[in-house]
């Protein structure tokens, strides 16, 4: 048990500082454009967000589920099926991509219309739109690397891959937005090449053979591309699932608070997703000790790395949330660039109430990744499913119909906690498949 115990803690370890890297990106993104282009820019990059998750949703699908048959194939001593797992999830990406890079082309004016971009609004919108989904096939590929390389027990590279790219993202961030003046623009310029950045850095791994995985002269195999996407439709639904939620709480908050009220609710969600890339860094780190040994057969070893998850990710949220309510008023104000009075009200109520979801939103996700890990691909998707739409929403309308903005930042946290009880009881009713 000492050695999956180690093997558990550097993966995590390595994915957790690889994540924070990121989660430090995508707030200084934020705060570099809602410095320069106020609270107009933040309010573009939050109706735009979602269709970011969808692209990285779609990384992640094919990146995790791939991943994840890869290393339950390779703990089966099943090299050529390893590798054709590998050439099947090219094909998927190399598809995918092509879907976004045709509707960045040709759709991204209704889209951010459908979104729900004014006049005001519409060109910022538009611009951030069309960049991302030209970009889209460097952030899939990047995502599909990055987990092979994982699950081929190189977690390191994988790790500078990202830290590399995110390191090289705010300094690019910085020098288009300011040095430049190129705005908006220049933060999803500066976010489409941070991944191209991160395929560099893993290139040469790649060219020099120091990998396992490796396509293989094979034609499509459907059966194969199912069973990936089935694997990985629950870091899909999360992502997604997000972008949607996004969408519903930017319609509900504009009713209730307008466009201030839409700009306070992108300072929590770039804190909500720095803080949910923390539990998925932890949820990548127990995702290959996991399929590893449930491939091999070592039952007792899955039980101690998932044990070993859940307490890092106590220990984790307890500090997370301690952190965001004792610096809320700093935090907030230096997204709030105006001294909007309003909007540090808003984002202030938001980030103590919003936040309470903590340890509930790091055992889903934990528990989801566990579940996809051995092969229980249904009860991860009932709880993405869950935590993403089907409670959420209503569960959003319900509380801000009666509490006001109040109950829209409630709606995460109580949605978060059903779900949570309802993970540990499928937990306890499904037993792994042999």
């Given amino acids: 048990m000492g050695g999956i115990r180690r093997e558990f803690a550097k993966y995590a370890a390595l994915n957790i500082l690889g994540q924070m890297a990121y989660a430090c990106y995508t707030v200084a993104d934020t705060f570099l454009v809602a410095a320069r282009v106020g609270a107009d820019g933040l309010a573009a990059l939050n109706l735009a ?9 779609t990384g992640l699908m094919i990146g995790v589920g791939g991943g994840t048959r890869y290393a339950i194939a390779r703990g089966r001593g099943e090299e050529y099926a390893a590798n054709r797992v590998f050439t099947n999830a090219i094909y998927l990406a190399l598809g995918f991509s092509t879907l976004y890079v045709l509707a960045g082309l040709l759709f991204s004016v209704p889209l951010a219309r459908l979104l729900g971009a004014d006049d005001a609004l519409l060109g910022l919108t538009n611009t951030y ?8 096939p460097a952030f899939i590929a990047n995502h599909l690397l ?17 830290i590399t790219a995110s390191v090289c993202n705010i300094v690019m961030a910085y020098v288009f937005i300011f040095a430049f003046g190129w705005g908006i623009f220049g933060s999803i310029l500066a976010a489409g090449l941070a991944p191209v950045i991160g395929i560099l850095v893993m290139a040469p791994a790649l060219i020099l053979e120091k990998n396992r995985f490796r396509p293989v002269r094979a034609l499509p195999d459907a059966a194969s591309m199912r069973r990936i996407l089935a694997t990985g439709v629950s870091p899909f639904l999360t992502e997604a699932t997000s972008g949607v939620v996004m969408f519903v709480f930017n319609f509900i908050i504009l ?3 307008g466009n201030v009220g839409v700009a306070a609710f992108s300072v929590v969600s770039v804190l909500s997703l720095a803080v949910t890339a923390i539990y998925t860094g932890l949820s ?4 290959p000790v996991l399929s590893r040994c449930f491939g091999a057969g070592e039952r007792a070893s899955v039980s101690a790395a998932l044990r070993d998850a859940t307490v890092t990710m106590l220990a984790l949220s307890a500090v997370i949330y301690a952190a965001l309510s004792l610096g809320a008023e700093p935090i907030v104000s230096a997204f709030n660039s105006t001294g909007d009075a309003a909007l540090q009200a808003y984002a202030v109520s938001g980030v103590r109430r919003y936040f309470l979801a903590c340890p509930f939103l790091g055992w889903n996700i934990v528990l989801a990744t566990y579940f996809i ?3 229980r691909t249904r009860a991860a998707q009932t709880i993405s499913l869950l935590r993403g739409l089907i409670v959420l929403i209503p569960m959003a309308f319900a509380l801000s119909a009666v509490f006001g903005m109040t109950g829209v930042w409630l709606a995460y946290p109580a949605t978060e906690a059903l779900v949570a009880l309802t993970g540990i009881v499928l937990f306890r009713l499904l037993k792994p498949k042999k």
């Fill in 49 to 57: 967000f979602p269709v970011f998750c969808f692209v990285s949703g």
């Fill in 129 to 136: 739109l069309r960049t991302l989904l030209l970009f889209a």
């Fill in 146 to 162: 990055q987990s092979f390389f994982r699950n081929d027990a190189q977690p390191s590279l994988a790790m500078a891959a990202l």
């Fill in 255 to 257: 009713r209730l608070a």
């Fill in 284 to 287: 990548q780190g127990e995702q």
């Fill in 373 to 375: 890990s051995t092969e």
